[in-house]
Structure formats: structure tokens, C-alpha cells
């Protein structure tokens, strides 16, 4: 079991801030700063449990990793400013929500965040977290198609798979866990998202 002590969630959460700082002074569009960082190899071995890549590894080089055409202009981060206080509010959902930050970005997209920053960033996380659940009144799977403007209908055609199924997970009246993993992998095919953005939680083996 990998040992995740406070000067790591530190790390993860300013190198988190640290790139979608950097990127949106680099000019990428929000949309390709979440692709990035959710698609990125460290944020998915992250999810796996390995703290390998962002704990041994400087924020420059990993940033470079991901977003290869950056400004080489200096940038240093501001823990304390909107970028800073959204790692902090993100690594934290991560943790709580136990999803894929692909999945995260969808719940809470970064300019939601950062339009959240005036008036929660005093107040205590768990109002966020408050915030967050509120968001995902059905299922993981019902935000990812509402973010994709995909209809149960359309889902089922794309799929194969019968439309009363669907809408059963849909509406979390059936545990997206416990279908069959074909079927899982054909939803996640037709909405170009991983099979674990669409569980209900992942299996973090963190001991923090």
C-alpha cells in the first residue's frame, strides 16, 4: 500500500493548480486543459494509486510532458489565488467523490470552479463537496451524457444496449458496477469516455 502523507497531497494539489494555471496563461482553451490533465499518464496512474510520477518528478517537466508547446517565461505559481484554492477544492473531491478527474471535470469544469472561487473560497470544503453532490443527482453516467448531449434514446442505438437498462443506470435505479463489463465498455466507447469515469467509485488504495 503506497503511504500518501501531507507533503505529497500537497504537492498533487499545487501541481494540479500549477497546470491549469500555466495552461490558461499558455492559451489553451479550458476544454483541452481538462482533456489533458484527465487524460494525462501521471493523473491516470494517480488513480491507479501510484504517486510515482508527481511525487518524484517537477512540475515544470510534467507540465512540459502534457502541454508540450508553453511559454518558457517563468511562471511561478500563486498558492494562494484562484488556481491554487481550485487544486486544493479538486484533489480533495477526487478523494471524496472517488471518480476520475475526466469524470470530475465534468461535475465541476474548470470555469465553474474558478467562477465558484469568490464566493466559497472562504468558507469551509465541505460546502464545495456540498456543492459537488448536489451536481450529480442521479449517477456519474447521467453527467456524462448530459456533457456530451447524449440522449438515452441515442445511447441505446449507439449501443445495443435496450434502452429500460439504460435509463435504470441512468437514473441509479441499477449499479453501473455490476453490469457486464462488455456492456460497460460499449457505453464508454460510444460516449469516448474511460470505463472507470462511469463507476460509481473507484478502488483508491491510498493509505493517507
Not at 508527481?54 to 488556481?83: H, Q, R, T
Not at 469568490?118 to 463537496?129: A, F, I, S, V
Amino acid at each position: 500500500m503506497i503511504y500518501l502523507s501531507d507533503d505529497y497531497v500537497v504537492k498533487y494539489q499545487d501541481t494540479i493548480s500549477y497546470f491549469i494555471s500555466r495552461a490558461i496563461h499558455d492559451g489553451y482553451s479550458f476544454s483541452h486543459i481538462e482533456y489533458s490533465i484527465a487524460h494525462s499518464l501521471m493523473i491516470e496512474e494517480f488513480e491507479k494509486s501510484n504517486i510515482t510520477l508527481i511525487a518524484f518528478s517537477s512540475m515544470e517537466k510534467n507540465y512540459s510532458s502534457v502541454f508540450p508547446f508553453s511559454k518558457n517565461d517563468g511562471f511561478i505559481l500563486n498558492v494562494y489565488d484562484k488556481y491554487g484554492w481550485s487544486g486544493y477544492i479538486y484533489l480533495h473531491l477526487f478523494f471524496d467523490l472517488k471518480t476520475t478527474f475526466e469524470a470530475l471535470f465534468m461535475i465541476m469544469p474548470i470555469k465553474e470552479m474558478l467562477s465558484c472561487y469568490p464566493l466559497y473560497h472562504e468558507m469551509d470544503y465541505r460546502q464545495m463537496l456540498k456543492y459537488a453532490r448536489e451536481k450529480i443527482k442521479h449517477s456519474t453516467l447521467d453527467i456524462v451524457m448530459k456533457h456530451k448531449n447524449v440522449s438515452t434514446k441515442e445511447l441505446s442505438m449507439m449501443t445495443g444496449i435496450n434502452y429500460s437498462t439504460l435509463n435504470a443506470i441512468r437514473y441509479n435505479k441499477r449499479n453501473i458496477d455490476k453490469i457486464e463489463s462488455k456492456k460497460l465498455y460499449l457505453i464508454a466507447k460510444a460516449l469516448n469516455i474511460k470505463p472507470e469515469s462511469l463507476l460509481s467509485h473507484l478502488e483508491l488504495d491510498f493509505d493517507r
